[in-house]
């Protein structure tokens, strides 16, 4: 019944997208207001649709029904309920109708605005979001459906919605469960996070191509369109960090990043949505790079349809890859079509994105913008290069050659020293005019605090490497001069307002929220930055095989193995757990307990690593393997990564910039 | 503030040649290092098979490999004092060409890992045991052949068997 109801309304939803479509063209042909009015009531009613199918498929999960492939697939009776309502997006099939009914949800709140000023754009945006949609729910429809059943024949099992002739439902008495790596909080709310991101670029991307087939010459879809880049750039921000998170937490190698294909498809669109939020701050400002930033919205739409491809298709070898599957081509061909498209519009009016000023000097604020820009595309070609380089070479010379993390490291470093750089010293230069006269007057101050950084790392007794201490002083150069601009904003306000010092400083960054807002954005990156250079440069590890009793030694830190437990849980697992004292110089400073389950229907262990973790540094111990006849003698590894909290406080940072910079106004164009 | 509008003011002081020269310069210093840093880190993709030939001719020196092949669980060794952990692959075909006529991944690598007559190679890797390191797991290594035996840096384990087992002749 709930399968009947589910598989219906998805289909229902795919031919009401359909016809969105339809109706929107033909209103738009013959300037009919109510076939348009019909489309948009058919976008909202894709919602609710939607939401029935997603209804139904927790239903099915929540209540074991195992002849759905989909259930058996990625429950089981032993998983508590919260895993099970994850598991809509534990793999592929359900992950897509997630995708699809969040997409829907954005393209209704779209809708529901007030259309009276664009209704010329209504219809093409409408067009745009219905076809994705559209898309998304033909592969599912036709190929990855979450509703076909299992089905006994002569010939075996086999997978099909409806049944084969001469077939009996199969019921499996259990299902095979969620993928224990993906029980954990981090993994409840990143696929939500990252499908967040990927959906809310949508809606930016058919405001400017609406725009662009109207022939509109103005920067109004900049505007309508602002908020939902920001709230997509912060979703695909949050999605990469809580991924990072898991990874860190789950997978137990002690990193965090591997630049792993699945990965790198995350971080594109954020590269390239980052890199327009900067560069669309010109546009506003000094009507330049118009056609530029068609291309960056552009490439962020394709590059989240390529990551949703990549991560789907099983194309690459990745640990995020589900499978490989028939939807691979038509992805493929669904990028090109829109690509190609989308470009070829932009060629079309080409013309009329002319820019109204030109660049006047290296040292002015839009032309920093531009060299931001220029970085942000570098980094994004070369992890896009990374990723596509295996299937180049291999059509070019026959032999499939991969590039490693290392590739990656060496090649981005220096791209994302100098975007540091540029955080420091972009906030600080003016518009149009500026000179390294003008910009040395503005910047010798923070310049000078911030070489006091390079003392405080010689003291803490950091001698090496050299690169160490140049990002260091780079992070406390951009600190430096975001901790300057407020300070000087507040002084001024101060003095011109005779306010207090807290009057002045809350004025001053609610009255210029987007300023202030992307300040502390900045300060967040940096203190990620710094999280990353601890432990990329200072990473220190060691391994050992001890009896209870023994110690292991790492740095300044002692690890005793106290106790061992073996025990069964409730909920199928093995635990294995060990209890471990750490000491610092010889002084208690915590206990902790680095497991392995043994998942019993998954039949797999997971690592859980034991973590002491300070603003310094964190302690972190895994436990390897134990052996099985004394049950007494246990291997660790054990990592002691400095600074990497700071990763995690950053992200917090930049989370409290968003919520300034997107905080509605009470009263609208207050500014000065 | 330090927001002054200047620029009306201001006379042109740059020619668009110098913004176009300055643009050129960096992304040819980036084309550069994307250059450099693949070329210094390039790793050839190889099945088994293809490793065990170009290693017969001397084709491969001593450069950094990826090779994919089936575990064999029998053969997986595991001291864990001294974390040393050894194994050995056997050849599954890389074109996916091959793998769809064997039937798929899961059943390639079964054929593997049954076959005697597939090529293999020991592996050899110094770290804690990975936990989907297992009888016909696919696994990704990456490192450097000395003599006849493989000494992995880095093990990507996959395992695409798990379902078969309760629900035999799946299509996928």
Same mark, same amino acid.
Request: glycine share 8%.
């Given at each position: 019944?709930?399968?009947?109801?589910?598989?219906?309304?998805?289909?229902?939803?795919?031919?009401?997208? %359909?016809?969105?479509?339809?109706?929107?063209?033909?209103?738009?042909?013959?300037?009919?207001?109510?076939?348009?009015?019909?489309?948009?009531?058919?976008?909202?009613?894709?919602?609710?649709?939607?939401?029935?199918?997603?209804?139904?498929?927790?239903?099915?999960?929540?209540?074991?029904?195992?002849?759905?492939?989909?259930? #058996?697939?990625?429950?089981?009776?032993?998983?508590?309920?919260?895993?099970?309502?994850?598991?809509?997006?534990?793999?592929?099939?359900?992950?897509?109708?997630?995708?699809?009914?969040?997409?829907?949800?954005?393209?209704?709140?779209?809708?529901?605005?007030?259309?009276?000023?664009?209704?010329?754009?209504?219809?093409?945006?409408?067009?745009?979001?219905?076809?994705?949609?559209?898309?998304?729910? @033909?592969?599912?429809?036709?190929?990855?459906?979450?509703?076909?059943?299992?089905?006994?024949?002569?010939?075996?099992?086999?997978?099909?919605? @409806?049944?084969?002739?001469?077939?009996?439902?199969?019921?499996?008495?259990?299902?095979?469960?969620?993928?224990?790596?993906?029980?954990?909080?981090?993994?409840?709310?990143?696929?939500?996070?990252?499908?967040?991101?990927?959906?809310?670029?949508?809606?930016?991307?058919? @405001?400017?191509?609406?725009?662009?087939?109207?022939?509109?010459?103005?920067?109004?879809?900049?505007?309508?369109?602002?908020?939902?880049?920001?709230?997509?750039?912060?979703?695909?921000?949050?999605?990469?960090?809580?991924?990072?998170?898991?990874?860190?937490?789950?997978?137990?190698?002690?990193?965090?990043?591997?630049?792993?294909?699945?990965?790198?498809?995350?971080?594109?669109?954020?590269?390239?949505?980052?890199?327009?939020?900067?560069?669309?701050?010109?546009?506003?400002?000094?009507?330049?790079?118009?056609?530029?930033?068609?291309?960056?919205?552009?490439?962020?739409?394709?590059?989240?349809?390529?990551?949703?491809?990549?991560?789907?298709?099983?194309?690459?070898?990745?640990?995020?890859?589900?499978?490989?599957?028939?939807?691979?081509?038509?992805?493929?061909?669904?990028?090109?079509?829109?690509?190609?498209?989308?470009?070829?519009?932009?060629?079309?009016?080409?013309?009329?994105?002319?820019?109204?000023?030109?660049?006047?000097?290296?040292?002015?604020?839009?032309?920093?913008?531009?060299?931001?820009?220029?970085?942000?595309?570098?980094?994004?070609?070369?992890?896009?290069?990374?990723?596509?380089?295996?299937?180049?070479?291999?059509?070019?010379?026959?032999?499939?050659?991969?590039?490693?993390?290392?590739?990656?490291?060496?090649?981005?470093?220096?791209?994302?020293?100098?975007?540091?750089?540029?955080?420091?010293?972009?906030?600080?230069?003016?518009?149009?005019?500026?000179?390294?006269?003008?910009?040395?007057?503005?910047?010798?101050?923070?310049?000078?605090?911030? %070489?006091?950084?390079?003392?405080?790392?010689?003291?803490?007794?950091?001698?090496?490497?050299?690169?160490?201490?140049?990002?260091?002083?780079?992070?406390?150069?951009?600190?430096?001069?975001?901790?300057?601009?407020?300070?000087?904003?507040?002084?001024?306000?101060?003095?011109?307002?005779?306010?207090?010092?807290?009057?002045?400083?809350?004025?001053?960054?609610?009255?210029?929220?987007?300023?202030?807002?992307?300040?502390?954005?900045?300060?967040?990156?940096?203190?990620?930055?710094?999280?990353?250079?601890?432990?990329?440069?200072?990473?220190?590890?060691?391994?050992?095989?001890?009896?209870?009793?023994?110690?292991?030694?790492?740095?300044?830190?002692?690890?005793?193995?106290?106790?061992?437990?073996?025990?069964?849980?409730?909920?199928?697992?093995?635990?294995?757990? #060990?209890?471990?004292?750490?000491?610092?110089?010889?002084?208690?400073?915590?206990?902790?307990?680095?497991?392995?389950?043994?998942?019993?229907?998954?039949?797999?262990?997971?690592?859980?690593?034991?973590?002491?973790?300070?603003?310094?540094?964190? @302690?972190?111990?895994?436990?390897?393997?134990?052996?099985?006849?004394?049950?007494?003698?246990?291997?660790?590894?054990?990592?002691?990564?400095?600074?990497?909290?700071?990763?995690?406080?950053?992200?917090?940072?930049?989370?409290?910039?968003?919520?300034?910079?997107?905080?509605?106004?009470?009263?609208?164009?207050?500014?000065? | 503030?330090?927001?002054?509008?200047?620029?009306?003011?201001?006379?042109?002081?740059?020619?668009?040649?110098?913004?176009?020269?300055?643009?050129?310069?960096?992304?040819?210093?980036?084309?550069?290092?994307?250059?450099?840093?693949?070329?210094?880190?390039?790793?050839?993709?190889?099945?088994?098979?293809?490793?065990?030939?170009?290693?017969?001719?001397?084709?491969?020196?001593?450069?950094?490999?990826?090779?994919?092949?089936?575990?064999?669980?029998?053969?997986?060794?595991?001291?864990?004092?001294?974390?040393?952990?050894?194994?050995?692959?056997?050849?599954?075909?890389?074109?996916?060409?091959?793998?769809?006529?064997?039937?798929?991944?899961?059943?390639?690598?079964?054929?593997?890992?049954?076959?005697?007559?597939?090529?293999?190679?020991?592996?050899?890797?110094?770290?804690?045991?990975?936990?989907?390191?297992?009888?016909?797991?696919?696994?990704?290594?990456?490192?450097?052949?000395?003599?006849?035996?493989?000494?992995?840096?880095?093990?990507?384990?996959?395992?695409?068997?798990?379902?078969?087992?309760?629900?035999?002749?799946?299509?996928?």
């Amino acid at each position: 019944m709930a399968l009947d109801i589910g598989f219906g309304s998805l289909t229902i939803t795919f031919l009401v997208t %359909l016809y969105a479509v339809g109706a929107a063209i033909y209103g738009e042909r013959n300037k009919n207001d109510r076939w348009i009015d019909s489309a948009r009531n058919a976008m909202l009613l894709t919602f609710p649709l939607l939401t029935i199918s997603i209804i139904s498929i927790i239903y099915l999960i929540l209540t074991n029904q195992f002849q759905v492939n989909y259930v #058996a697939h990625v429950s089981s009776l032993s998983m508590p309920v919260y895993l099970k309502i994850t598991a809509l997006w534990g793999s592929q099939a359900g992950s897509l109708v997630f995708w699809s009914w969040l997409l829907a949800a954005f393209a209704a709140a779209v809708m529901l605005r007030k259309w009276d000023n664009e209704r010329d754009l209504l219809p093409w945006v409408i067009i745009i979001t219905a076809g994705t949609l559209a898309f998304f729910l @033909f592969l599912n429809v036709f190929f990855e459906n979450p509703f076909a059943r299992l089905w006994q024949s002569v010939q075996g099992v086999t997978v099909s919605m @409806f049944a084969p002739s001469g077939a009996i439902p199969y019921i499996p008495a259990n299902g095979q469960g969620l993928n224990p790596l993906l029980r954990h909080p981090g993994m409840i709310i990143h696929p939500p996070a990252q499908y967040l991101g990927f959906v809310s670029c949508i809606i930016p991307y058919a @405001f400017a191509m609406a725009s662009l087939i109207t022939g509109r010459k103005d920067d109004n879809w900049i505007y309508i369109s602002r908020r939902w880049t920001l709230w997509a750039w912060v979703f695909l921000s949050l999605g990469l960090v809580l991924g990072m998170r898991w990874a860190y937490d789950v997978l137990g190698w002690g990193g965090y990043w591997g630049w792993d294909p699945v990965e790198i498809s995350a971080l594109l669109p954020w590269l390239t949505g980052t890199a327009f939020l900067h560069s669309v701050m010109i546009q506003e400002k000094r009507g330049m790079f118009k056609q530029w930033n068609m291309v960056l919205i552009i490439l962020t739409y394709d590059l989240v349809i390529f990551g949703t491809f990549l991560t789907r298709s099983g194309v690459l070898s990745s640990v995020h890859a589900f499978s490989t599957s028939a939807i691979g081509p038509l992805f493929f061909a669904f990028i090109a079509l829109t690509l190609t498209a989308s470009l070829g519009l932009l060629l079309h009016r080409w013309d009329d994105l002319k820019s109204n000023n030109e660049l006047k000097s290296f040292f002015s604020r839009e032309a920093l913008f531009l060299l931001n820009n220029l970085l942000f595309m570098g980094v994004l070609v070369t992890s896009f290069w990374g990723v596509i380089f295996p299937l180049i070479s291999e059509l070019v010379s026959g032999q499939k050659v991969t590039v490693g993390p290392p590739f990656y490291e060496r090649a981005t470093a220096p791209l994302l020293g100098g975007l540091m750089l540029l955080m420091g010293v972009a906030p600080l230069s003016v518009w149009g005019y500026s000179s390294w006269k003008t910009l040395g007057r503005s910047i010798w101050k923070p310049f000078l605090a911030s %070489l006091l950084t390079i003392p405080v790392v010689f003291y803490l007794g950091i001698w090496k490497p050299w690169y160490a201490i140049v990002a260091f002083w780079m992070v406390g150069f951009v600190i430096a001069v975001t901790v300057y601009e407020f300070w000087c904003g507040t002084i001024s306000r101060m003095r011109r307002f005779k306010e207090n010092f807290f009057v002045a400083l809350w004025k001053l960054v609610t009255r210029y929220r987007r300023r202030y807002g992307g300040y502390i954005i900045h300060l967040g990156m940096v203190l990620m930055a710094l999280g990353i250079i601890g432990i990329e440069m200072f990473q220190t590890d060691t391994q050992g095989t001890i009896d209870v009793g023994e110690y292991l030694q790492l740095d300044e830190y002692t690890m005793t193995f106290d106790d061992i437990a073996i025990f069964d849980t409730n909920d199928g697992r093995y635990v294995t757990r #060990a209890v471990v004292g750490i000491f610092k110089n010889d002084e208690k400073v915590s206990e902790l307990y680095p497991r392995r389950d043994y998942f019993y229907d998954a039949r797999q262990y997971v690592t859980v690593p034991g973590m002491r973790s300070t603003l310094a540094d964190e @302690f972190y111990v895994i436990l390897v393997d134990l052996d099985p006849i004394t049950r007494a003698i246990a291997t660790f590894k054990i990592y002691h990564n400095p600074l990497v909290k700071w990763m995690w406080v950053g992200s917090w940072v930049f989370i409290v910039g968003f919520i300034v910079t997107v905080w509605p106004d009470k009263k609208p164009h207050t500014r000065r | 503030m330090t927001e002054i509008n200047q620029f009306e003011t201001n006379p042109q002081s740059g020619s668009k040649a110098k913004f176009i020269i300055g643009g050129v310069l960096i992304v040819a210093a980036i084309i550069y290092l994307i250059a450099s840093s693949a070329t210094a880190n390039a790793q050839y993709f190889l099945t088994v098979e293809e490793t065990l030939q170009k290693s017969a001719t001397g084709e491969l020196g001593d450069r950094d490999l990826r090779i994919s092949g089936a575990v064999i669980g029998d053969t997986i060794n595991y001291n864990p004092q001294t974390l040393e952990l050894s194994f050995t692959i056997a050849h599954v075909p890389g074109s996916k060409k091959e793998l769809e006529a064997e039937g798929g991944l899961a059943i390639a690598l079964h054929n593997a890992v049954n076959d005697p007559y597939r090529p293999r190679l020991r592996v050899v890797h110094n770290g804690p045991m990975p936990d989907l390191l297992q009888d016909e797991a696919q696994a990704i290594i990456t490192g450097n052949l000395e003599g006849e035996v493989f000494y992995a840096d880095e093990l990507l384990l996959k395992c695409p068997t798990k379902y078969e087992e309760s629900i035999p002749e799946q299509v996928e």
